[in-house]
């Protein structure tokens, strides 16, 4: 079946530097969509950033993530973190099934 | 206006009771779900629905049940809730066309004592 992988947990970056989270997933079905959501505290999760399209940038918010299915990648990244960026990031993906498979999450904390 | 809203947003019950949460979406999505967040796991499937009259199992079913009467409305029922689902429950809708992007209602927080 589908999976995703999100190996950090937790993630602390110091505000002004950037930061990368990473995500890797399986798939056996035909994969529709690729997701980063981000989930602000007491808050529901939201669609950050969106990809359907191999090797192709997609960006929102000053985050960006590359699609790349050669090594079955979808790293979520900023060049400069805010303290605004502290909240739960999940990567997700959808298959032809009309579910979508999500990450664990990880946990970014931006520190002054 | 909220496309997607929960009810009750907080709720405390007692082992053994009955719970229903209840969720609404105007987005007119032929798709919904329920999800639980439970901090190391994420958010899990419970059950979801393709449209009024329809629930499928999800991740996690069991002590679950689903009601999807109308298009608008999704509700999960805890016949005897146990404390172990204490937890944040999450509806959320999505369409039948393009990427299955879902969106989520603001979550109801329960309480099982």
């Known amino acids: 079946g589908d999976s995703v992988t999100q190996t950090e947990g937790l993630v602390t970056v110091t505000e002004g530097l950037p930061v990368k989270l990473n995500c890797t997933y399986q798939?056996?079905?035909?994969?529709?969509?690729f997701f980063w959501y981000v989930q602000y505290l007491n808050e529901a999760p939201q669609v950050l950033l969106r990809?359907?399209?191999?090797?192709k940038r997609t960006e929102h918010q000053g985050f960006h993530a590359t699609l790349h299915k050669s090594s079955s990648s979808f790293h979520l990244q900023k060049s400069s973190a805010q303290l605004s960026d502290s909240a739960l990031y999940y990567c997700?993906?959808?298959?032809?099934?009309?579910?979508?498979?999500f990450g664990d999450g990880t946990q970014l904390v931006v520190k002054p | 206006e909220a496309a997607v809203t929960q009810s009750p947003r907080n709720k405390v019950a007692v082992t053994g009771g009955k719970v229903t949460l209840s969720c609404n979406q105007t987005?007119?999505?032929?798709?919904m779900y329920w999800y639980r967040q439970d901090t190391g796991h994420g958010l899990r499937l419970i059950h979801y629905?393709?449209?009024?009259?329809?629930?499928e199992k999800g991740d996690i079913p069991d002590g679950y049940k689903a009601s999807r009467p109308s298009q608008e409305n999704f509700s999960l029922i805890l016949e005897l809730a146990t404390p172990s689902q204490t937890s944040v429950y999450f509806c959320?809708?999505?369409?039948?066309?393009?990427?299955?992007?879902?969106?989520f209602g603001p979550g109801t927080r329960l309480t099982v004592l």
């Open positions: 990809s359907s399209t191999d090797n």
């Open positions: 798939t056996t079905y035909l994969t529709i969509a």
């Open positions: 959320a809708s999505g369409d039948r066309l393009g990427t299955y992007e879902q969106y």
């Open positions: 987005n007119n999505h032929n798709n």
């Open positions: 629905s393709y449209g009024a009259g329809s629930t």
């Open positions: 997700a993906l959808s298959g032809d099934n009309n579910r979508i498979f």
